[in-house]
């Protein structure tokens, strides 16, 4: 079946780039998105790309999709210690229904 | 920006008994759904919902769970008889349409003792 997989953990310093990785097996994914939880808080949509595409910028962040290896990441650019979260990469067709990876705990130090 | 919201964030029950958890999805979103991430694990479909009936169900949403949409503006999700698996955060989420990113609320953590 359809599986999401992310490396569990990334540690950075402040001002750093951090990049988070994600691999998926739905080819008929049509959009793939990265969300961010905070500690006691829900999941806050960061961005997303459509299949389509292989590479959204938004402001410090930049999303690069390799289509070809099923292959997902998130750049975060001048990394900061509020950066430090969980990021979940989720995969989804229409209608919703979306498979999430297990979700990467970034830590920042300053 | 208008938000999802849950109610309440956190709900303690004994097993075997009935909990109903609350969503206010945004106003003009369409489509509503509800994930659960259970403690360590990947955050995981349970429904979808739309013009008033179910569009899919995960294998987990069983015959104990039930959606609603008692008015134009909540969304429910109830758990008939609950059992200790259930302790999960239950995240409800809406978009405006089917093909639109789903945005979720902070979620409600669910214990079951």
């Known amino acids: 079946g359809e599986d999401v997989e992310q490396s569990l953990f990334l540690s950075v310093r402040e001002g750093d780039s951090s990049v988070i990785n994600c691999t998926y097996t739905d080819s008929s994914s049509t959009y793939l998105y990265w969300y961010k939880q905070e500690p006691g808080a829900g999941l806050q949509l960061l961005t997303y790309?459509?299949?389509?595409?292989d590479m959204k910028q938004d402001q410090r962040l930049t999303v690069l999709l390799n289509k070809k290896d099923k292959h997902l990441s998130l750049r975060i650019a001048d990394t900061q210690t509020g950066d430090s979260a969980i990021y979940f990469c989720a995969e989804g067709p229409q209608g919703g229904k979306l498979i999430f990876g297990q979700g990467t705990e970034l830590s920042v130090k300053p | 920006e208008p938000e999802v919201t849950q109610t309440p964030s956190h709900q303690v029950t004994q097993m075997g008994q009935e909990v109903i958890l609350r969503c206010v999805p945004i106003?003009?979103?369409?489509?509503f759904y509800w994930y659960r991430q259970i403690l360590g694990q990947k955050v995981e479909f349970l429904v979808s919902?739309?013009?008033?009936?179910?569009?899919?169900k995960s294998e987990i949403f069983d015959d104990q769970f039930s959606v609603e949409r008692p008015d134009g503006s909540n969304f429910t999700l109830k758990i008939r008889s609950t059992k200790l698996e259930d302790s999960a955060m239950y995240f409800c989420a809406s978009s405006e349409e089917g093909s639109s990113p789903l945005h979720f609320g902070n979620g409600t953590r669910l214990t079951v003792t």
């Open positions: 106003s003009n979103h369409l489509y």
């Open positions: 919902f739309y013009n008033n009936e179910i569009s899919e």
């Open positions: 790309i459509f299949s389509n595409m």
